[in-house]
């Protein structure tokens, strides 16, 4: 049992470049979500899940694109990577939801945009 | 949407004495506050939590506490180690339904507390 896998663990990108974040779970949990980590602002949500095909911006979507085709898989995609996006990314599930649920964090991804 | 605040952040502290970590949430609605700690370099991992129906929850050295009346909720650590140095997160998130009846939510983060514990 893996749990929460991303990839890559680090990364350097241009400005301009696109990329995407890498994530996958095991546990066949419905919620996934994608935070970044910011010295001083906590972790922010970017964009969620529900299942399979539902998507949801959370409270920093802009610049990020995201798609669910399956239950496991959840990428997240720079379209033109800034240097405001260096950051650390952490994908996260759980069953249901956060609201009562236990959330499993990936390992984190160290993006810089230079 | 939902804001959560959260003091100190910094906190430094002497082995054995106790630390407390406080945060006010806005939306009266939140029922769901945990808290995570983040060693350096690594992924937050939960610690304790409590629903908006409890008003303290305990897991030996660590307990929560929750006013809603006041809309903050605390984390507080007793006998204080070295390996509980870390950063801390406390986080506040409230039930949402989607189609089918499931409920989902959205956990917002307190900015994080940096404990250190002095040997």
């Known amino acids: 049992n893996a749990g929460v896998t991303q990839t890559p663990k680090f990364q350097v990108l241009k400005t301009g470049q696109s990329m995407t974040l890498q994530c996958a779970q095991d546990?066949?949990?419905?919620?996934m979500s994608w935070y970044r980590q910011d010295p001083g602002m906590g972790l922010r949500l970017i964009h969620y899940s529900v299942g399979a095909g539902i998507t949801d911006q959370g409270e920093v979507p802009n610049g990020y694109n995201v798609s669910r085709s399956t239950t496991e898989d959840f990428p997240l995609r720079l379209l033109s990577a800034a240097p405001s996006q260096t950051s650390v990314y952490f994908c996260?599930?759980?069953?249901?939801?956060?609201?009562?649920?236990?959330?499993?964090f990936g390992e984190g991804s160290w993006l810089t945009v230079v | 949407g939902e804001n959560v605040e959260q003091h100190p952040s910094t906190l430094s502290v002497q082995e054995g004495d106790s630390a407390v970590i406080k945060c006010t949430y806005s939306?009266?609605?939140?029922?769901?506050f945990p808290w995570y700690k983040q060693e350096l370099g690594k992924r937050p991992q939960l610690i304790i939590d409590i629903r908006s129906n409890v008003g303290e929850k305990k897991d030996q050295r660590i307990a929560v506490t929750l006013n809603k009346t006041a809309k903050h909720f605390s984390l507080h650590i007793t006998e204080t180690q070295p390996e509980d140095s870390a950063v801390y997160f406390c986080?506040?998130?409230?039930?949402?339904?989607?189609?089918?009846?499931?409920?989902?939510?959205?956990?917002?983060f307190g900015q994080g507390t940096i404990l250190t514990v002095h040997p």
């Open positions: 546990m066949n949990h419905e919620y």
């Open positions: 996260a599930s759980s069953i249901t939801g956060p609201s009562g649920n236990t959330i499993y």
């Open positions: 939306d009266s609605a939140s029922n769901y």
């Open positions: 986080a506040a998130s409230r039930s949402a339904l989607y189609a089918g009846g499931t409920s989902y939510g959205k956990l917002t």
